[in-house]
C-alpha cells in the first residue's frame, strides 16, 4: 500500500491512538466486538429456518446437504469467504494445468515411465526431509507445466525435479532445505550452479506464477464435505483419500482429468473402500464439489486401477509411505475389485 503524500513514513508507524480496556470493562469489550463483526458481515451464527443444529439446510426438496460454514471462530476454516475461495480455485485451475500430451508432442528422450520413476524418488525425499504434502503436489505441477514447452534431455530429467522441488519447497514451507541439501540428495550429481540454473529456468518459464491449485487443495474442502455431520472426523477416511490421490500423481495419463476432479474421485473411491455396500456419494459431496457421481465415473476408475495394481508396482513409495501407522495403514486396505455400476447413477429419492 502506497502511503499518502500528506503522510510521513514515520508517522505510518505509529500506534494508533486507543484506550487499553481491562477485563472489568466488559460492556465496552462487547460493543467493539459487534462493531468488528458487523464490519466484516460476520454474525453470531443461530440456526435459521431451513437449518437444523448439525447445520443441515433443507433445499425445499427431500434432499438436505449438511453447512460446513458455521464456524465463524476458527479462522482457519475462514467460514465467511471458502465459498469465494474454492470458487476462485475452480476457476484458476484450468489455466495452471500443464498439456495432457506434452510426451507425444514435446518431449523426444523423456517418457511417462521417467517420469514415474523422478515422482516415486521425490515423493521419498519429501519424506525424507518432512516437507508438507502441498510441496509435492506444486513439485509436479511445475515439472509437468516445464516439460509441456521445452525439451529436456533425460539427464538433466533429475535437475529438473529437484528444482522444481526446491521452488515448491520455498513457497510452502517453513523452513525450506538449502540448495546444498538438493545437491546432496542427487549424490552430487548436480553441481549447486547447475541446481540454480534450472531454478532460474523454470521460473521464468513459469513467469513466476507459483500458485497452482493442486487436488490438495481441493481436498482439505471435499474431505469436510465428506465427514458430514460426523463429531469424531475419520482420520481413515482422511488418509485414504490422500493416499489415493498421490497415486495419481505418478500416472501421466492422470493429467487429462482436473485437479478438482481428481479430489472429488479420491473421496468417491476412498468412502466405497470404507463403505463398500453404501452409496459413496450424497448431497452434501455433490452440493460442495459441484460434480455428479456421473462426471467422476472414468476418473474413478482410473483410480481404482492404481489402486489394485499398486502392488504389482515397481514403484512402491507411496504405497510404503501410507503403510505406516501415522496414516492409519490405508495402503493396506482391501479395496475391492468391482464398483457397482449404480452407485454411479442419481439416486432416486
Known amino acids: ?31 467493539i466486538n459487534k462493531k468488528a463483526l458487523n464490519k466484516l458481515y460476520i454474525s453470531d451464527h443461530e440456526v435459521v429456518a431451513g437449518e437444523d443444529a448439525h447445520g443441515v439446510i433443507d433445499m425445499d426438496t427431500d ?34 494445468r500443464p498439456a495432457t500430451d506434452f510426451m507425444e508432442k514435446t518431449q523426444k528422450d523423456v517418457n511417462a515411465s521417467m517420469r514415474a520413476i523422478l515422482i516415486d524418488w521425490l515423493v521419498e525425499v519429501a519424506e525424507e526431509y518432512r516437507l508438507v504434502p502441498d510441496t509435492l503436489y506444486l513439485t509436479v505441477n511445475y515439472i509437468d507445466r516445464y516439460l509441456s514447452g521445452n525439451v529436456i534431455n533425460k539427464q538433466r530429467l533429475q535437475l529438473l525435479g529437484v528444482a522444481s522441488m526446491m521452488i515448491a519447497a520455498k513457497y510452502e514451507e517453513i523452513c525450506a532445505p538449502q540448495v546444498e541439501e538438493f545437491c546432496y540428495i542427487t549424490d552430487n550429481t548436480y553441481f549447486k550452479d547447475e541446481v540454480l540454473e534450472m531454478e532460474s529456468a523454470v521460473l521464468n518459464y513459469l513467469k513466476f506464477e ?24 475419520s482420520m481413515q477416511l482422511e488418509c485414504l483419500a490422500n493416499y489415493i490421490s498421490e497415486l495419481s500423481l505418478l500416472e501421466y495419463n492422470m493429467l487429462c482429468y482436473p485437479p478438482s476432479v481428481v479430489a472429488a474421485s479420491s ?26 457421481p456421473s462426471d467422476l465415473q472414468d476418473c474413478v476408475k ?24 501415522k496414516y492409519k495403514f490405508v495402503a493396506k486396505k482391501f479395496c475391492p475389485p468391482r464398483i457397482p455400476e449404480e452407485y454411479f447413477h442419481k439416486q432416486i429419492l
Open 302 to 325: 482410473d483410480l481404482h486401477r492404481l489402486c489394485t495394481s499398486t502392488y504389482d508396482s515397481t514403484l512402491p513409495a507411496i504405497r510404503e509411505k501410507y503403510s505406516q501407522h
Open 267 to 292: 473421496i468417491f473411491l476412498a468412502k466405497f473402500i470404507l463403505f463398500p455396500s453404501k452409496r459413496p456419494w450424497n448431497s452434501t459431496l455433490q452440493h460442495y464439489t459441484l460434480y455428479q
Open 63 to 96: 434432499d438436505k446437504f449438511v453447512n460446513l460454514d458455521t464456524n465463524f471462530e476458527d479462522p482457519q476454516l475462514c467460514a465467511t469467504i471458502a465459498c469465494d475461495i474454492y470458487k476462485h480455485l475452480r476457476a484458476s485451475e484450468a489455466k495452471k
Open 210 to 233: 507459483m500458485t497452482a491449485p493442486t487436488p490438495k487443495c481441493f481436498l482439505r474442502r471435499f474431505v469436510r464435505a465428506a465427514q458430514g455431520t460426523d463429531e469424531v472426523p
Open 1 to 31: 500500500m502506497s502511503l499518502d503524500e500528506t503522510m510521513s513514513t514515520c508517522d505510518s508507524f505509529k500506534s494508533p491512538d486507543v484506550e487499553y480496556l481491562d477485563d472489568n470493562d466488559l460492556p465496552e469489550i462487547d460493543c
